[in-house]
């Protein structure tokens, strides 16, 4: 860069049509952002929607805490730019293997860049040739504001612009891309709970005209059927088996249902044989969304773990995106089973029953007798996902990008 180009670059020597041009978009576009989310709050809050309202104020964290992360990146690039490393420390856990040099032709002590090479990378190098002409370029690059003890030193900065850009984009299509994810798992799951509304009309309806109890054998309850016989009752492994095959086709059954809503009813709202369960779901997977919409501190260290790792010959990429599926498969196949031991308890305790079929729904049939743990893991599965989407689009707008410009 020339010094007249130098001067054309800086903002005092920008038109004034263009600064206030593009200032104005970018804040009609933040405003407008702003405006939307307001108003979508208070349309939450008029209709009584507590847990939705409060994911909504959790978005707008992640929000602020993207602006906090942009604005420190900014603030702190130029003291980035300024701390200076040995070459020989880049050599170590890189992730893609370097490309050759590109070649270079010294005439007279001067090398002659490609166009496509910043003077600010040329400045970084170090320098090797008479005194005089280390002092020229000493000067040089005081003059355009780069790393002028670092040249003489023969050293490299700690971080260069371009991989500070490409790490800022990175974090912020990351964040959007979870916030995505967890809105669009919410919408699949309200949408599979909407299907179950007539099983609770139908058994509404079923209650109301019910005669008097009649003794059943345990065996007859449909329930049991699907659940216990010939698979619980054989072996546990069965049992397993079974439960990870389920959970790919009718995970849920009418049945299911039915049982899961009187033993919910039965342990915790006895006598309130009209309680509306299907209602109860839908307001607890907007709690649950509350919870996993947002990227907790424990998450942000796995993405500085998995960039640490993320070094060339140990396919990392390839592994991790394993990992959520695992989870995936292993959560699902946990919900079966703990259907399928409520079933075997039964099973095992009664012969015959009087009335309709009570599971009676513990804690203790989850991990460390904690549900919330499976609510943990669907956090890291979806964060997990979208790590990878974004990774995924974002190595290819690098791509792109970069074969424009070359």
């Known amino acids: 860069m020339e010094g007249g180009e130098l001067e054309v670059d800086a903002l005092e020597y920008t038109p004034t049509w263009i600064v206030a041009g593009v200032c104005s978009l970018i804040v009609t576009v933040s405003l407008a952002a702003e405006r939307c989310l307001h108003y979508l709050g208070k349309t939450l809050k008029r209709k009584h929607q507590k847990a939705l309202f409060e994911a909504l104020l959790k978005v707008k964290e992640e929000l602020m805490l993207l602006g906090f992360i942009s604005l420190l990146m900014t603030v702190s690039q130029d003291v980035i730019q300024r701390t200076c490393i040995p070459p020989s420390w880049t050599n170590y856990l890189l992730p893609c293997k370097r490309m050759e040099e590109r070649s270079v032709v010294d005439l007279g002590g001067r090398r002659l860049l490609p166009k496509s090479v910043p003077r600010s990378d040329h400045c970084k190098n170090k320098v090797d040739g008479p005194w005089v002409f280390k002092q020229y370029i000493l000067l040089h690059c005081a003059v355009h504001n780069t790393y002028s003890f670092s040249i003489i030193q023969g050293k490299v900065p700690l971080l260069s612009l371009e991989a500070l850009h490409q790490l800022h984009i990175f974090i912020f299509v990351l964040a959007i891309t979870h916030v995505i994810f967890s809105v669009l798992t919410m919408v699949l799951g309200g949408a599979k709970i909407r299907q179950w509304r007539h099983w609770e009309a139908e058994i509404h309806k079923n209650d109301a005209g019910n005669g008097p109890k009649k003794l059943t054998n345990v065996q007859q309850f449909e329930f049991i059927r699907e659940r216990f016989n010939g698979v619980g009752q054989e072996s546990t492994m069965l049992s397993w088996m079974h439960s990870f095959v389920k959970q790919f086709y009718a995970s849920v059954t009418k049945s299911d249902y039915a049982t899961m809503r009187l033993g919910f009813i039965m342990t915790h709202c006895r006598g309130n044989l009209k309680f509306g369960f299907h209602r109860y779901m839908v307001r607890a997977l907007e709690a649950d969304f509350k919870k996993v919409v947002g990227i907790r501190w424990y998450l942000w260290i796995f993405v500085v773990i998995f960039m640490l790792l993320n070094v060339n010959g140990w396919h990392t990429y390839f592994w991790i995106s394993f990992l959520p ?65 974004a990774l995924f689009f974002w190595i290819l707008v690098s791509v792109f990008c970069c074969r424009i410009n070359a």
Do not use: M
């Open 325 to 389: 599926l695992i989870l995936l498969l292993a959560v699902g196949t946990k919900l079966e089973h703990v259907i399928a031991q409520l079933a075997h308890d039964v099973a095992e305790k009664h012969s015959a029953i009087e009335g309709d079929l009570v599971v009676n729904p513990s804690d203790e049939y989850f991990w460390c007798g904690k549900p919330r743990v499976i609510l943990y893991l669907i956090h890291f599965i979806l964060f997990q996902n979208a790590f990878e989407i």
